[in-house]
T-cell receptor, first 116, second 114 residues
Framework: GAGVSQTPSNKVTEKGKYVELRCDPISGHTALYWYRQSLGQGPEFLIYFQGTGAADDSGLPNDRFFAVRPEGSVSTLKIQRTERGDSAVYLC??????????????FGPGTRLTVL | AQSVTQLGSHVSVSEGALVLLRCNYSSSVPPYLFWYVQYPNQGLQLLLKYTSAATLVKGINGFEAEFKKSETSFHLTKPSAHMSDAAEYFCAVSRSNTGNQFYFGTGTSLTVIP
């Protein structure tokens, strides 16, 4: 079956520009996660959705970062006024999250964002 | 707070030798622990997970890990390394009472020498 997909695979932008990164989770997965992976580091949690709502956005670094999941499926991570320090691989994961439990997260291939 | 520490950012083994990748966790409650593998230019793939059932967990590709509460460890092993095992390996911890996000270690790059 189809896994988690992310588009675009690569995004190059200029400092100060606005970007949107898209994630298509595995069909039927209610939980969706965004992580950021900088060079030589492990993925760092950004935000977690359960259904349409953001259950935990404590990992968003500042108010330039925002994410939505309006219909409980596809999610978009939005970054305003990009900075060079935002350059990283942005990973999306989904899981068939049941209340009170921990389920395996399935990761997409990531979007490599480069801010010039 | 909870976290994982992966000792050794780079590990090299000969083909056919034992693979041992170390992971220690910090958690005030029983954790859920995972190992993921990341091949070049690919996404993270689950190798195995510990969710408070058996302490010795078997995963894909011949890997296994043992949860040792007394040592707060969850080391990943494989008896005989293959060239195809060369990749980046990440240990992660989560717990249900703080939400479901994973906390990852910084990763260990495994090189297999022919």
């Amino acid at each position: 079956g189809a896994g988690v997909s992310q588009t675009p695979s690569n995004k190059v932008t200029e400092k100060g520009k606005y970007v949107e990164l898209r994630c298509d989770p595995i069909s039927g997965h209610t939980a969706l996660y965004w992580y950021r992976q900088s060079l030589g580091q492990g993925p760092e949690f950004l935000i977690y959705f359960q259904g349409t709502g953001a259950a935990d956005d404590s990992g968003l670094p500042n108010d330039r970062f925002f994410a939505v999941r309006p219909e409980g499926s596809v999610s978009t991570l939005k970054i305003q006024r990009t900075e060079r320090g935002d350059s990283a691989v942005y990973l999306c994961a989904s899981s068939a999250q049941l209340a009170g439990g921990i389920d395996t997260q399935y990761f997409g291939p990531g979007t490599r964002l480069t801010v010039l | 707070a909870q976290s994982v520490t992966q000792l050794g950012s780079h590990v090299s083994v000969s083909e056919g030798a034992l693979v041992l990748l170390r992971c220690n966790y910090s958690s005030s409650v029983p954790p859920y622990l995972f190992w993921y593998v990341q091949y070049p230019n690919q996404g993270l793939q689950l190798l195995l997970k510990y969710t408070s059932a058996a302490t010795l967990v078997k995963g894909i590709n011949g890997f296994e890990a043992e949860f040792k509460k007394s040592e707060t460890s969850f080391h990943l092993t494989k008896p005989s390394a293959h060239m195809s095992d060369a990749a980046e390996y990440f240990c992660a911890v989560s717990r249900s009472n703080t939400g479901n996000q994973f906390y990852f270690g910084t990763g260990t790059s495994l090189t297999v020498i022919p």
